[in-house]
């Protein structure tokens, strides 16, 4: 973790956190300018400029907005958005359509129209029904849609079961049975309005191990070489998901990009140059890895209860509802004492939340300095998934978030009002 402690404050990308939360007030999120760019350029250095005919595509649910698209665009990746209010926000940030891939396990027709209208790069089709509505939606409106099929490569990976997304029993992906899968790509392959480019998968999330990835580009392969076989057809891209872990605690050891990439390409190339295969364009997908460890969140200490011979629970003023992972799926965390940084720890307390659930436990049994009221708590990665999975539960508002670069900061999302929370809201016109 890159903790700059200076006059005993949290400092983040050149700003004091707890000026930072004096300002724009708590729970904020803070990101770093740099370290999001500095992501993109270890993938630009690691895959995009080191392999030809490769593409990096942001998977921008771990953090969709405006700005962070607008830094995507400026950093030369390509974009991956799972439904209409992701590609919304990306064409509201005048990110070019073309470099846009959609995914998603049900895409409505709408979705789809919208999608097809701006003219995405890619549509990612996991099922027979998308493709219908995607070659009907085309036929009206006189165009082709360049679509992937993403399979479910039956693999079971190394992390959380509820962030697991290739095993075979997956709402993700089309099942591997032939007669599925081979009269879909036939389907698609005879269908003018579609133009079929090749084949997906995502595997799961928050992986440190590259066994997995290799098992599934493993099953993509063999797969082209028998469409190869098959329909005399040549696939033209593989899409190799994300995945990529980042690091949450201390004692995550993250791999580099390099140590996911450089063995996929290999096996990639060894294969195609065996088969005699053209090697297709190779796309990933990462999210989690460029976000997760330039958000840090911050929360001001509330009320703090010691239950006698049990644990100390000192409460923020958020949790679950803008960080759901920890009662998702029993994500660790890491924090700190922002105005206490450079003290040594004294107790252990539990970090709670303040929504109405057991479950709303940002971290438990963390070792801090003498914690107080009014303290400021700092989490560190939460920039993916924080923002994007945040909620009104309670009817908390959504934090706002800031981005901060070389000490200067700026509001990319102002902070929720209380008007903004009624705004859909309508009385009922008679009360019976
Ligand atoms: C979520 C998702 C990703 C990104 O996963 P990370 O673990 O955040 O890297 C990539 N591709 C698809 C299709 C996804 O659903």
Same mark, same amino acid.
């Given at each position: 973790?890159?903790?700059?402690?200076?006059?005993?404050?949290?400092?983040?990308?050149?700003?004091?956190?707890?000026?930072?939360?004096?300002?724009?007030?708590?729970?904020?999120?803070?990101?770093?300018?740099?370290?999001?760019?500095?992501?993109?350029?270890? *993938?630009?250095?690691?895959?995009?400029?080191?392999?030809?005919?490769v593409r990096v595509a942001?998977?921008?649910?771990?953090?969709?907005?405006? $700005?962070? /698209?607008? +830094? %995507?665009?400026?950093?030369?990746?390509c974009?991956?958005?799972?439904?209409?209010?992701? +590609?919304?926000? @990306?064409?509201?940030?005048?990110?070019?359509?073309?470099?846009?891939e959609?995914?998603?396990?049900?895409?409505?027709?709408?979705?789809?129209?919208?999608?097809?209208?701006?003219?995405?790069?890619r549509?990612?089709?996991?099922?027979?029904?998308?493709?219908?509505?995607?070659?009907?939606?085309?036929?009206?409106?006189?165009?082709?849609?360049?679509?992937l099929?993403?399979?479910?490569?039956?693999?079971?990976?190394? #992390?959380?079961?509820?962030?697991?997304?290739?095993?075979?029993?997956?709402?993700?992906?089309?099942?591997?049975?032939?007669?599925?899968?081979?009269?879909? %790509?036939?389907?698609?392959?005879?269908?003018?309005?579609?133009?079929?480019?090749g084949?997906h998968?995502? /595997?799961?999330?928050?992986?440190?191990?590259?066994?997995?990835? +290799?098992?599934?580009?493993?099953?993509?392969?063999?797969?082209?070489?028998? %469409?190869?076989?098959?329909?005399?057809? #040549?696939?033209?891209e593989l899409n190799y998901g994300?995945?990529?872990?980042?690091?949450?605690?201390?004692?995550? @050891?993250?791999?580099?990009?390099?140590?996911?990439?450089?063995?996929?390409? @290999?096996? #990639?190339?060894?294969?195609? *140059? !065996?088969?005699?295969?053209?090697?297709?364009a190779i796309v990933i997908e990462?999210?989690?890895?460029?976000?997760?460890?330039?958000?840090?969140? *911050?929360?001001?200490?509330?009320?703090?209860? !010691?239950?006698?011979?049990?644990?100390?629970?000192? $409460?923020?003023?958020?949790?679950? #509802?803008?960080?759901?992972?920890?009662?998702?799926?029993? $994500?660790?965390?890491?924090?700190?004492?922002?105005?206490?940084?450079?003290?040594?720890?004294?107790?252990?307390?539990?970090?709670?939340?303040? @929504?109405?659930?057991?479950?709303?436990? +940002?971290?438990?049994?963390?070792?801090?300095?003498?914690?107080?009221?009014?303290? %400021?708590?700092?989490?560190?990665?939460?920039?993916?998934?924080?923002?994007?999975?945040?909620?009104?539960?309670?009817?908390?508002?959504?934090?706002?978030?800031?981005?901060?670069?070389?000490?200067?900061?700026?509001?990319?999302?102002?902070?929720?009002?209380?008007?903004?929370?009624?705004?859909?809201?309508?009385?009922?016109?008679?009360?019976?």
């Amino acid at each position: 973790m890159v903790k700059k402690i200076a006059n005993n404050h949290l400092f983040w990308d050149g700003c004091d956190t707890v000026q930072l939360a004096e300002t724009y007030g708590t729970p904020l999120y803070v990101f770093s300018q740099n370290m999001i760019v500095e992501e993109c350029r270890q *993938l630009q250095e690691s895959f995009i400029k080191k392999y030809d005919n490769v593409r990096v595509a942001y998977a921008s649910k771990a953090f969709n907005t405006m $700005a962070m /698209i607008q +830094l %995507i665009e400026k950093e030369g990746l390509c974009l991956d958005v799972v439904s209409g209010g992701e +590609l919304y926000t @990306a064409i509201k940030a005048n990110y070019p359509a073309e470099k846009i891939e959609f995914n998603g396990n049900n895409k409505s027709i709408e979705e789809i129209t919208m999608a097809i209208t701006y003219g995405v790069g890619r549509i990612i089709v996991d099922s027979i029904q998308e493709l219908e509505w995607i070659a009907a939606i085309c036929r009206e409106k006189n165009v082709t849609a360049k679509i992937l099929f993403r399979i479910t490569p039956e693999v079971e990976v190394a #992390t959380h079961d509820f962030i697991s997304t290739g095993q075979k029993d997956s709402k993700f992906g089309i099942p591997l049975e032939e007669s599925i899968l081979f009269a879909l %790509i036939k389907q698609a392959i005879e269908t003018p309005e579609i133009d079929f480019y090749g084949l997906h998968f995502h /595997i799961g999330s928050q992986l440190f191990t590259n066994e997995t990835h +290799l098992l599934a580009a493993q099953v993509a392969l063999d797969l082209i070489k028998k %469409i190869q076989e098959r329909f005399a057809y #040549t696939v033209r891209e593989l899409n190799y998901g994300g995945g990529f872990g980042a690091r949450y605690k201390e004692s995550d @050891a993250r791999k580099p990009y390099a140590y996911f990439l450089d063995p996929l390409m @290999a096996l #990639t190339e060894q294969f195609c *140059l !065996e088969n005699d295969l053209v090697r297709p364009a190779i796309v990933i997908e990462p999210g989690r890895s460029i976000v997760a460890e330039a958000g840090i969140t *911050l929360h001001q200490i509330g009320s703090i209860k !010691e239950v006698p011979g049990v644990r100390k629970y000192v $409460a923020i003023d958020g949790g679950m #509802t803008d960080n759901i992972r920890p009662g998702l799926y029993e $994500a660790e965390y890491d924090g700190i004492l922002a105005n206490k940084a450079g003290e040594k720890p004294t107790e252990v307390v539990t970090i709670a939340g303040k @929504a109405c659930e057991s479950t709303d436990i +940002l971290i438990k049994d963390i070792h801090l300095p003498k914690i107080e009221t009014g303290d %400021i708590f700092a989490t560190f990665s939460t920039g993916a998934y924080g923002y994007s999975m945040a909620n009104n539960y309670n009817k908390l508002l959504i934090p706002a978030v800031v981005m901060v670069n070389e000490g200067e900061s700026e509001v990319i999302v102002e902070r929720q009002t209380f008007e903004q929370l009624l705004q859909n809201e309508r009385m009922l016109k008679k009360l019976k």
